[in-house]
């Protein structure tokens, strides 16, 4: 079980597009529980259609957040945005995530987390995971915690749907003591 520590403000998860709102209710369930944080779901929101690279056939990542950013309500607010489309930034071929700490916004792509088809019996509870650990690595950049070379920590940088599998779902020991330095 992960160590609670108290978060301050919200988290607002923001599904856009056609996302599972039963999967979306799972996720803020479990992000409470997860940060100790309130959790509200901003319904109906679309991806910004300024985001698609006709080219590449994919959203630009970096457009998402800037959007969402306008979207909140107050500066403390953390935004958590879900896309069910592959995802890009420039330097590379697709993201699974970002996140922008500045301004507290965050973004992942369901689109590579269920690409993959494992021979398992309970593919959704195995999606789902993939899922929570994501939009719990991404959320972590917008408390401070950074990218980790700990392969079993959440902070972990994933490049493929294998290794996000193969980490863990809670922060290291070393990422909570840096955590817990720079926040006091």
């Given at each position: ?87 890009y ?13 500045v ?56 490049d ?25």
């Amino acid at each position: 079980m992960q160590k609670k520590f108290p978060m301050r403000n919200k988290i607002v998860v923001v599904p856009m597009g056609d996302i599972d709102y039963s999967l979306v209710n799972k996720l803020a369930s479990q992000l409470v529980s997860f940060f100790n944080v309130g959790v509200d779901i901003l319904q109906g929101a679309k991806i910004p259609p300024e985001a698609l690279n006709q080219q590449r056939g994919q959203y630009y990542s970096t457009v998402i957040l800037s959007k969402l950013e306008l979207m909140k309500s107050t500066p403390e607010e953390k935004m958590l945005a879900l896309v069910d489309e592959d995802l890009y930034v420039p330097t590379r071929n697709f993201v699974i995530g970002e996140a922008d700490p500045v301004g507290k916004c965050a973004v992942i792509s369901l689109f590579r987390l269920k690409r993959e088809n494992y021979e398992m019996l309970d593919e959704e509870k195995i999606f789902f995971v993939r899922m929570l650990k994501e939009a719990v690595h991404q959320l972590g950049h917008l408390w401070g915690f950074e990218d980790c070379r700990n392969p079993k920590c959440i902070m972990y940088l994933t490049d493929n749907v294998t290794e996000v599998d193969r980490k863990g779902i809670k922060f290291c020991d070393n990422c909570l003591r840096k955590v817990k330095v720079w926040h006091g």
